[in-house]
């Protein structure tokens, strides 16, 4: 005799709703095109930063040759010349695995000679 409480039916054994989907089950009929994306592996993370990196120090060596050859000046060389400590230092750091941190000094590199050159002009 059923429990009067009970929410399964008295006809016959409980199934489950055939319209309702477990969610915790992954769908083994999926198409190949909703993979999740890749990421990189941590040695590809790290020369993607390394050769970043140094395209940015080539970079502020070109802009420094520029700007040193229009109008010359000692705050410009500083500046340039920080920029490109910073980026040796994220290239160091890209080397030890520190990727993230690599890329705030990148950033912090650029935003210095933005920032200094926007006061020199000023």
Do not use: C, H, K
């Not at 054994?13 to 592996?41: F, I, K, N, Q």
């Amino acid at each position: 005799m059923p429990e009067p409480n009970s929410t399964a039916p008295t006809d016959g054994p409980a199934t489950p709703s055939d319209d309702v989907e477990p969610l915790d089950e992954p769908d083994g009929d999926a198409p190949a095109s909703e993979a999740p994306p890749r990421r990189l592996t941590p040695r590809q993370a790290r020369r993607v930063r390394i050769l970043l990196s140094a395209v940015v120090m080539l970079a502020v060596a070109v802009a420094l040759v520029v700007r040193l050859g229009s109008a010359p000046s000692v705050l410009t060389v500083g500046f340039y010349g920080i920029a490109l400590i910073l980026s040796g230092a994220a290239i160091g750091l890209s080397r030890r695995g520190r990727t993230r941190v690599a890329t705030g000094v990148l950033g912090l590199g650029f935003l210095l000679v933005l920032g200094g050159e926007w006061l020199l002009r000023g």
